[in-house]
């Protein structure tokens, strides 16, 4: 089976888990390298994405609505309404499957208050339009750049935009665990390191079972590494619940926890070869692209114009069901999935069959949104793709949209 992505993960990283045991800690170094990479003044080490996105709406203390893109992992607006806070739903350009910024314009209410931008898959939001609107209603913008870190806009890093930014470590990089809150707001810096300092440590055993989850899955794709992933996946289904998506959930479980020296450790092993695997996952997007061309019917995410697209996802559409999509390309051994990339499931239902979104009225108004879910599908790219994996999966795709 070729992964929908493959850690990069090496014997380094396995030497940096050991020694994050005894090291003194390096956290502050790693927020200061990080931020000078980005280009804000603040870092706070996290213990993921959806943490950092907990802390910083928490922190803000902010009460009405934020507007955001419905077409994302639907795990990143749950920070939003278990902070006290509303999703107002804003319709996506069909071509980038980033928010629009002309409707965040006619979305505005007197209750809006925050803007929560997603660079969707890697591919960077119009940022500079969004900014000016916030400008003008006197909006706080919330980067959310969980798929986009190393992405950029007008060749600057996205991160540095907003009031605040939060990126996960677990995707574009193979920590396991981490996240990063960036600003300039110093007053802000200090009300989540209080509030992050009283949730629980990251606990031992979720570092262990995700150094063995990351390494059995960089052997897969190989008999014996199936083989490892099959046992692994039956395992873990017998002995670690799943994932339910409210409120209890995300403040009861291991999604939020102060992170430990042994996170940051591996986090900084990791984000000292960053743009190389940026680069070699390029690379490899390019070589699908050149071969997905040739197929009709099947369209491309577009690029936002003047913008860096890292590809943390490889993002296709097609005139047919998504679910019918994966399912046969799976059969073909090829882990393609829909927005999700959770380990349990391949694919992840519209908002508005999901009770927790449909609440919110303003799902029914994003068109494209509601028009492109059903047919949109993630395609295998890592860092460490093999140029025959590639070619294999354009093949197979196109049999696939050929026969029907």
Excluded at 4 to 11: E, H, K, L, S, T
Excluded at 271 to 294: G, H, P, W, Y
Excluded at 371 to 398: C, F, Q, T
């Amino acid at each position: 089976m070729i992964p929908i992505n493959r850690p990069d993960f090496g014997v380094k990283d396995i030497f940096a888990f050991i020694s994050g045991h005894f090291k003194d800690n390096i956290t502050p170094t790693f927020e200061e390298m990080f931020t000078q990479y980005i280009g804000m003044g603040y870092g706070i080490f996290t213990s993921s994405c959806r943490s950092a996105l907990y802390l910083t709406y928490k922190s803000l203390k902010l009460e009405g609505e934020v507007v955001v893109s419905p077409l994302t992992c639907s795990i990143a607006i749950l920070p939003i309404i278990c902070s006290g806070l509303k999703p107002h739903f804003v319709d996506v350009d069909p071509q980038t499957y980033n928010i629009d910024p002309e409707k965040i314009n006619e979305s505005i209410t007197k209750n809006t208050r925050a803007i929560q931008v997603i660079h969707l898959a890697g591919n960077p939001c119009d940022v500079k339009q969004i900014m000016e609107i916030a400008d003008d209603h006197n909006l706080i913008v919330v980067e959310d750049c969980a798929q986009s870190l190393g992405a950029e806009y007008h060749k600057r890093k996205v991160g540095s935009f907003g009031n605040v930014s939060c990126f996960s470590f677990t995707k574009s990089m193979y920590g396991i665990g981490g996240g990063m809150i960036t600003t300039d707001d110093k007053n802000l810096v200090l009300k989540i390191n209080k509030l992050q300092k009283e949730l629980p440590n990251f606990p031992a055993p979720l570092k262990y079972y995700r150094l063995f989850r990351d390494n059995i899955e960089r052997v897969r794709g190989s008999h014996f590494g199936d083989i490892l992933y099959n046992m692994f996946s039956y395992l873990k289904s017998n002995t670690i619940l799943d994932e339910h998506e409210d409120c209890n959930f995300l403040k009861n479980t291991r999604f939020l926890y102060n992170p430990t020296n042994v996170e940051a450790v591996i986090s900084l092993s990791q984000f000292e070869v960053l743009d190389k695997m940026i680069e070699k996952r390029l690379q490899n997007a390019s070589l699908l692209t050149k071969s997905l061309k040739k197929i009709p019917d099947v369209k491309i995410q577009k690029t936002t114009n003047k913008s860096k697209h890292v590809f943390m996802k490889y993002m296709i559409e097609t005139k047919y069901n998504c679910i019918d999509i994966i399912k046969k390309l799976h059969e073909k051994k090829i882990e393609a999935k829909h927005l999700t990339h959770s380990h349990e499931t391949s694919y992840q239902d519209r908002l508005d069959r999901n009770p927790l979104y449909a609440r919110f009225n303003s799902i029914k108004n994003c068109e494209n949104y509601l028009r492109i879910h059903d047919n949109i599908v993630s395609l295998p790219i890592s860092s460490n793709m093999k140029k025959g994996e590639s070619i294999y999966i354009a093949e197979r795709l196109r049999e696939i949209i050929e026969n029907g």
